[in-house]
């Protein structure tokens, strides 16, 4: 079954910890993003990558980081310099040709 | 700088009745693209129904259709004989074309289908 899996669902951390999300893909995508989502709010985009080894900042970049060394995988660290890290995170792809994304299932980053 | 709006923030309906959920937006470029994407209470991200901008003919999608009116910047989807499954936080979503595109989405409004 092709898709985007993300792990864990839930992910708990202490204040000034280090975190990193997972994002996988089996789709053949080229493209793939990173958003987060706030109650009341719609998604924000963090990061996103067209190619393997490329990404670029998106609307709120400050306190995450990305890489994008197979095509497959685009995983999201959240660091210690992100104020309000508590989110929802979506990791979507999208195929060369085409404009819709496809989006995983989520991850619920709770941070105390 | 692209903006989406979705000026109602909650609708309800009754189950097997017809819903409109609105959207405007507001762009600079000629060529992009519109889609509706449901997040049920699993909170995964479904697209519904996707618009291009140079075709005049209005997207359908079984139940789900829209109302695209380029010149007003508006992209409303109609739901038809609602659902109880279509209970959702819809999201309007505006992406342009060419390179680095990416997704703008509003801010969603919350659609309860009554029984």
């Known amino acids: 079954d092709g898709g985007i899996t993300q792990s864990p669902k839930y992910l708990f951390r202490k204040e000034g910890q280090n975190v990193t999300l997972s994002c996988e893909q089996n789709l053949n995508h080229d493209a793939m993003y990173w958003y987060r989502q706030d109650p009341g709010q719609g998604l924000r985009l963090i990061y996103y990558s067209q190619i393997v080894n490329d990404f670029q900042k998106g609307d709120i970049a400050e306190g995450y980081s990305v890489s994008r060394e197979k095509k497959e995988s685009f995983p999201l660290t959240v660091t210690s310099a992100q104020k309000n890290p508590t989110a929802f995170y979506l990791c979507?792809?999208?195929?060369?040709?085409?404009?819709?994304?496809?989006f995983g299932p989520g991850t619920r980053l709770t941070v105390t | 700088a692209q903006t989406v709006t979705q000026s109602q923030p909650e609708m309800s309906v009754q189950e097997a009745e017809t819903v409109t959920l609105s959207c405007t937006y507001d762009t600079s470029e000629s060529n992009y693209y519109l889609f509706w994407y449901k997040q049920p209470p699993s909170r995964q991200m479904i697209l519904v129904i996707r618009q291009e901008a140079y075709k005049q003919q209005n997207a359908t999608e079984n139940r789900f259709s829209v109302n695209f009116q380029k010149a007003a910047k508006s992209f409303s989807l109609k739901i038809s004989d609602s659902q109880l499954g279509d209970t959702a936080m819809y999201f309007c979503?505006?992406?342009?074309?060419?390179?680095?595109?990416?997704?703008?989405f509003g801010k969603g409004i919350t659609l309860s289908v009554r029984p």
């Open positions: 979503a505006f992406c342009h074309t060419g390179a680095n595109s990416k997704l703008t």
């Open positions: 979507a792809s999208r195929a060369g040709a085409r404009y819709e994304q496809y």
